[in-house]
């Protein structure tokens, strides 16, 4: 229970929490929350009115003669109530749309983020004191939130461990020399760590400043002569001011505090005078840079943090001056904890180096995978480089397991042999419990309310060990006592965030040693983890489809040469012991309780990846780019952000994403592509719930949770599917040219194959040179056409006669459809002309046959080139046809017929030479990608370039290239992740087979062209939601499927069938343009006005 100074209210009526039974913890409980299903509605609406009342009543109170400002007759006015009625209009359309739009952090189903259901103490705190407009940033205009901010820090400085002055609030100056924790509230947990890196500069500054201010004010002249300190190299006294450079960049922490009281003990030199004679010599005043050159000091300070921190670090860096690379990211381990002994190399480089170091970052809770750093270690060498002479700062990040530090036994700080735990809670690891019981040996913590506190207000916590330091980010001199937190970074902030903290933290109890409302939530919470894991962990054992690694192992994957046979049997043993039993069936299995104390992460997060196997219970997918796909379209899927054209309800969880780039993660990385049987040098993108849901979960609601997203991933399995394994499917050019041969009604063309970096079927760059024999109607209908791009597709009348592209190639001719621009539909009606016979030689007429398979992976070793280059063929006089050389994704296809070649001196190409390379002089390639727009590729535009033959020429001519009128861009098919023609099949015994496809193919157009359907979303399962919306069903028996079907009918024809293009709808493939795409929805359904 906390001391009477940690809180401000007398302990509510009843039991202590701890007292309780296990119903009577649940009953309590169920009070502190609005409820899944809003089940406390009546009891929050009672408060806030009560809220109202109070306010009123209030206002009434004070100056009580003063007139009212807002009369009867003015409520009584049309104006009056014409101004209600729009904000209750307003009021009523931002609900709306909030409720429907919004991430559901009250459900248990939202694992996606790292916040969950706010306690109703601590909405009702942020109401009410709003209410007042309270300003905690002067004593003046927030006295009361003032002290109730000193206190919600004083609450987590205890669990934290840190030394507290049992005496209360002591006065604020930094002259005193006691070691005391204290903090204040941030606007969130970025700028808490921002101020830290604030305080860990100046710092290392302060030492600097003060020896240049002893040569500068006379008035320190005594104390240049006469002051000394004690180094950790050495046991005697050294004078300050002739300590060198190095020495008093690594003055420890608790040294550089004590130097005011010091001073003010041996010189009576006040605080406040010795503030304002180092303020002109100070790194706020001069700068890290003119300090640095007037000491000497060549190589910049340095920030050490895990690979897997919070980009708040980057940025802090950069805000502060120190440079965002001077933030050196370390190594982590399996378990995406920091690695200690790269740490160790790092400091022993910088001291030797003498390069100094601002501050070691531990992470505890990281956001992706909930690892909790060594702390321990850390301090340890602390420590350790301290007596070597490197001194540096310890910060933890602990946004996420800050509060999970009231859960550590500190009354004797002893790691429980097991972990503490009962139906609905359990207690912190060994190995959490440990580092979080160090945390009172760091110099700085963040805490974050909003993430484990339960209270999501604008609020971030930064508590220190030494109250003292704060004085090193304050902007404004502080009078009166600790409690008047002054101003640090933020100026103005409401105090409506300490009191909803506040609320919180005394109606549920933050106590220490795992006792009180908070432990047991968080206990909850952590249980709710642990079993969500069990169920990612044993998935490949319920799926003959899915796979599935989490990236915190088993305990048998942490012995050293662990078996497959092993791995195997533990997933079935916690399958059969563990998942699907209920909570309290568990408790009784001293066995099983003792297994599952040994899973899950250091907090609440589980990180997984997802993989699949090729075939039903075969082999698995081993390309790590197809696993990121997999992944990615899972994050699509189950994930908000798509904001009005997404359907809450129709994701069954609700995951985050997490990223681990190869070049940081490394050899962690390795190793969790080894488990998960993937090669590749890429990136990885892999998956992770994270559970902060307070109140028990049932296991049916977990299984079923689990049971749909297996019916998910299953689904988008076969999107990878079609993405992996070559089919047979009908194939897209570019018609470029026609030219009338020797032979009459026989003409010469060029075919440029429309090709699709990520599609199996379709990763060629292929330039075909082909015959055709037209009619003259015929002819005169291309003709007609030569202000559009057309196009020619492989034509087929059953399923059986399409072909892959080799079997094209070999087979020498195929037969096409001819279209004016992309198909929609392949359909003959639709063609401009039908069944066109092409035909080539396969020794001379394929000029270009190049795979792009290896192109496709974003992070394969393949680079841009840096002159942007082009095939060059079909050269008749200075005519050329031209054809961008795609290289790797993203990418564009560039491509014009008949564009004009200038050589200088005049130069014809060489006929028998049929395949010329061109760059552009002033276009590098890799600054202009992802592409956008038309770029340089315009009609008109004239090139300067340079052309060059084949190995065996070796020509080379310089000149301009004048792009003609008729020209093919492409970045948004070519570089589609997902979009392949859709089949629909209807069986043979459908009386209107042939037009119930068409119909359905036509409202599949229609989906796609408003934006109901996109191809980054399962369009299979999309699509029969849409029909589903409009009260209609795919007939029985009939097929939609992406690529043609895997079965067929045995007799050919027996069905009738219609195929939607994949060109059927051009929607943005980067990432930005489909956030932009995304946002247009809102502004075309709320324009604005200017």
């Not at 701890?18 to 649940?26: I, K, P, Y």
């Not at 950069?318 to 200690?340: C, F, K, Q």
């Not at 220190?464 to 409690?483: E, I």
């Not at 564009?892 to 130069?907: I, K, N």
Request: aromatic share 8%; net charge neutral.
């Amino acid at each position: 229970m906390p001391t009477p100074t940690l809180s401000i209210f007398p302990r509510g009526p009843g039991k202590p929490y701890n007292e309780l039974s296990r119903q009577e913890r649940l009953d309590r409980m169920g009070a502190w929350f609005l409820g899944n299903r809003g089940e406390n509605a009546r009891i929050f609406q009672e408060s806030m009115a009560s809220i109202i009342w109070d306010v009123q009543s209030a206002r009434q109170e004070i100056w009580s003669n003063d007139s009212e400002t807002i009369t009867t007759a003015t409520k009584k006015s049309p104006e009056f109530k014409a101004s209600v009625a729009h904000l209750e209009g307003c009021l009523s359309a931002l609900a709306t749309e909030l409720s429907a739009t919004s991430v559901p952090f009250h459900s248990l189903r939202n694992a996606g983020h790292t916040s969950t259901d706010s306690s109703v103490p601590a909405l009702l705190g942020y109401a009410l004191a709003q209410l007042y407009n309270q300003d905690s940033a002067s004593s003046e205009a927030g006295s009361f939130t003032d002290y109730i901010e000193y206190t919600v820090a004083q609450q987590l400085c205890h669990i934290l461990g840190y030394t507290l002055d049992s005496t209360g609030p002591a006065p604020a100056r930094p002259s005193h020399n006691d070691v005391f924790g204290w903090g204040h509230i941030t606007a969130d947990s970025s700028i808490a760590n921002l101020e830290s890196m604030l305080i860990a500069r100046n710092l290392k500054y302060y030492p600097l400043s003060l020896h240049k201010a002893m040569d500068e004010d006379p008035s320190l002249k005594i104390v240049q002569t006469t002051f000394t300190i004690r180094l950790r190299t050495s046991s005697e006294p050294k004078l300050f001011y002739d300590c060198t450079s190095w020495e008093l960049l690594n003055l420890d922490s608790l040294t550089i505090a004590r130097i005011p009281g010091q001073l003010y003990e041996r010189y009576n030199i006040s605080s406040e005078a010795l503030s304002d004679i180092v303020r002109p010599f100070s790194i706020h005043t001069l700068g890290m840079e003119r300090l640095d050159a007037e000491f000497g000091i060549t190589k910049p300070p340095v920030y050490f943090v895990s690979v897997a921190n919070r980009h708040s670090w980057s940025k802090g860096c950069a805000i502060t001056g120190s440079g965002s690379g001077n933030l050196i990211e370390l190594g982590v381990d399996g378990d995406m904890r920091m690695d200690v002994n790269e740490l160790k190399g790092r400091l022993d480089t910088c001291l030797r180096k003498q390069q100094a170091v601002f501050c070691v970052v531990a992470v505890c809770g990281t956001t992706e995978h909930g690892a909790v750093d060594p702390v321990n270690a850390i301090v340890g060498l602390r420590e350790d480089m301290a007596r070597r002479g490197l001194s540096f700062m310890i910060h933890a990040d602990a946004a996420l397991g800050g509060y999970l530090a009231c859960k550590v036994h500190r009354a004797t700080l002893q790691v429980p042999s097991d972990r503490k735990r009962d139906a609905h809670a359990i207690g912190l690891s060994p190995w959490t419990h440990a580092q979080l019981g160090g945390l009172s040996s760091v110099d700085s913590v963040t805490v974050d309310p909003l993430k484990s506190g339960y209270a999501s207000c604008p609020a971030g916590v930064l508590c220190m060990r030494d109250s003292r330091l704060r004085f090193l980010t304050h902007w404004t001199s502080t009078s009166g006592a600790d409690y008047d937190a002054g101003t640090y970074i933020e100026r103005s902030k409401p105090g409506a965030a300490a009191v909803s903290i506040l609320l919180s933290h005394e109606v549920i109890g933050l106590e220490r040693d795992d006792e009180g409302g908070y432990a047991h939530l968080l206990g909850t919470a952590m249980l709710t983890a642990i079993k969500m894991y069990c169920h990612w962990v044993t998935m490949d054992l319920t799926s003959d489809r899915l796979v599935v690694t989490a990236i915190n192992r088993l305990p048998v994957e942490r012995k050293d040469n662990a078996s497959g046979d092993e791995i195997l049997q533990q997933k079935r043993d916690i399958l059969e012991q563990i998942v699907g039993r209920a909570n309290e069936d568990l408790e009784e299995d001293a066995d099983v309780m003792r297994l599952l104390c040994q899973l899950g992460s250091d907090t609440v997060v589980n990180a997984f990846v997802c993989n699949f196997r090729l075939e039903a219970g075969g082999a698995i997918n081993d390309d790590v780019a197809e696993a990121n796909f997999l992944n990615q379209r899972l994050h699509d899927r189950l994930s908000v952000h798509r904001r009005s054209q997404d359907v809450i309800t129709d994701r069954p969880i609700i995951l985050n994403r997490v990223g681990f780039k190869a070049s940081t993660y490394k050899g962690a990385l390795d190793t969790l592509k080894t488990r998960m049987k993937v090669k590749g040098p890429g990136d990885l993108v892999a998956l992770s719930s994270v559970t902060m849901h307070p109140f028990p979960v049932a296991e049916t609601l977990l299984s079923g949770m689990v049971t749909e997203f297996r019916k998910v991933a299953e689904e988008e399995i076969t999107n990878c599917l079609v993405r992996v394994k070559p089919r047979r499917s009908i194939h897209g050019f570019i018609l470029q040219g026609l030219h009338a041969g020797s032979q009459s009604g026989v003409y010469s063309a060029h075919l440029v194959y429309l090709p699709m970096f990520h599609i199996k079927n379709h990763q060629r760059q292929l330039i075909l040179r082909v015959s055709v024999k037209l009619e003259k109607a015929q002819t005169e209908k291309i003709n007609g056409k030569r202000s559009s791009v057309l196009t020619v597709h492989t034509s087929c009348k059953t399923l059986q006669g399409l072909s892959t592209l080799d079997e094209v190639l070999a087979k020498g001719s195929f037969e096409a459809d001819i279209y004016e621009g992309f198909p929609d539909i392949y359909a003959s009606q639709w063609s401009l002309l039908s069944d066109v016979k092409f035909t080539f030689r396969r020794e001379q007429d394929i000029l270009v046959n190049q795979s792009l398979a290896s192109s496709g992976d974003y992070d394969s070793a393949i680079k841009y080139p840096e002159k942007t280059p082009f095939y060059v063929y079909a050269h008749a006089n200075q005519s050329v046809n031209i054809d961008h050389v795609l290289t790797m994704a993203p990418n564009v296809q560039l491509s014009a017929a008949g564009a004009v070649l200038s050589l200088v001196p005049p130069t014809r190409l060489d006929p028998s030479v049929g395949l010329y390379k061109l760059t552009l002089d002033d276009y590098v390639e890799r600054t202009m990608h992802p592409f956008s727009g038309a770029g340089f590729f315009t009609p008109g535009r004239k090139l300067r370039v340079t052309v060059r033959g084949d190995d065996k020429s070796n020509f080379e001519g310089h000149g301009t290239l004048e792009l003609p009128a008729q020209l093919h861009v492409d970045y948004a098919f070519l570089n589609q992740e997902m979009a392949a023609d859709v089949y629909i099949v209807a069986p043979a015994s459908s009386a209107h087979g042939s037009e119930t496809v068409r119909t359905l193919a036509g409202y599949l157009v229609q989906a796609f062209r408003t934006g109901e359907i996109e191809w980054t979303g399962n369009v299979v399962v999309a699509f029969n939601k849409y029909l589903e919306k409009r009260q209609h069903s795919l007939p029985t028996g009939y097929s939609i499927t992406l690529g043609v079907p895997t079965s067929l009918p045995k007799e050919v024809g027996s069905y009738k069938f219609v195929v939607v293009s994949r060109f059927v709808c051009k929607q943005p493939s980067s990432a930005r343009s489909q956030s932009f795409a995304r946002g247009q929805t809102w502004a075309e359904k709320y324009p604005g006005k200017i």
